[in-house]
């Protein structure tokens, strides 16, 4: 089994640009979510969402955007690339709320 | 919003030392996880405590869980190299619809 895989594993753009992080899971798991982890602040739940054509928002919405047509993909988009984002994306998945997540190597976002 | 604080920040011992690592949070919870980041890797599980357990083992982790204090510790017996990384406990709520809060975590260095 491949897990949660997460594409690209890096990547660099310029302010203002678009882009979408791709989040996969082959477990079948109803539960995903996507974290951005930065120096000194832990993880940070951005969105997550509980099954196909559900999604809600977590700690730090702004700037980000999701979607969930399918139990396997969960990507992530952002809508206007600012320097603020620059981070390093986790995607996450599990079978529920309180059971372990699995997470993705992440993908590390630069913004200039 | 951090639900649940890890101490200390950092943690320097020599291989064959035991590693002691403390989380303290703020609401009731279902259960509480630790996790840990090799780096550049994503979070991997390690163990999960309900509220309803007090001591669980696993391998070479012992995590306690006391509820009326709010804490949790994660204890590393005879630490080895490859035990370097950052812990990071997690908690989520009693409502049916609460997502997984992380906090900032504990470095661990294990010198040979």
């Known amino acids: 089994n491949a897990g949660v895989t997460q594409t690209p594993k890096f990547q660099v753009l310029k302010t203002g640009q678009s882009m979408t992080l791709q989040c996969a899971q082959d477990m079948n798991h109803e539960y995903m979510s996507w974290y951005r982890q930065d120096p000194g602040m832990g993880l940070r739940l951005i969105h997550y969402s509980v099954g196909a054509g559900i999604t809600d928002q977590g700690e730090v919405p702004n700037g980000y955007n999701v979607s969930r047509s399918t139990t396997e993909d969960f990507p992530l988009r952002l809508l206007s690339a600012a320097p603020s984002q620059t981070s390093v994306y986790f995607c996450a998945s599990s079978y529920g709320f309180h059971q372990p997540q699995h997470f993705g190597d992440g993908t590390r976002l630069s913004i200039l | 919003s951090q639900q649940g604080e890890e101490d200390p920040q950092a943690l320097s011992i020599q291989e064959g030392e035991n590693a002691t690592m403390n989380c303290s949070y703020k609401?009731?919870?279902?259960?509480l996880q630790w996790y840990r980041q090799n780096s550049g890797r994503g979070l991997v599980h390690l163990i999960l405590?309900?509220?309803?357990?007090r001591e669980k083992h696993s391998g070479r982790l012992r995590v306690t869980l006391d509820t009326s204090k709010k804490s949790s510790s994660l204890l590393i017996t005879a630490s080895r190299a490859a035990d370097t990384a950052s812990y990071f406990c997690?908690?989520?709520?009693?409502?049916?619809?609460?997502?997984?809060?992380f906090g900032k975590g504990t470095m661990l260095l294990v010198s040979p």
């Open positions: 997690a908690t989520d709520g009693q409502s049916g619809y609460s997502t997984l809060t």
């Open positions: 405590i309900r509220s309803n357990e």
């Open positions: 609401t009731s919870i279902n259960n």
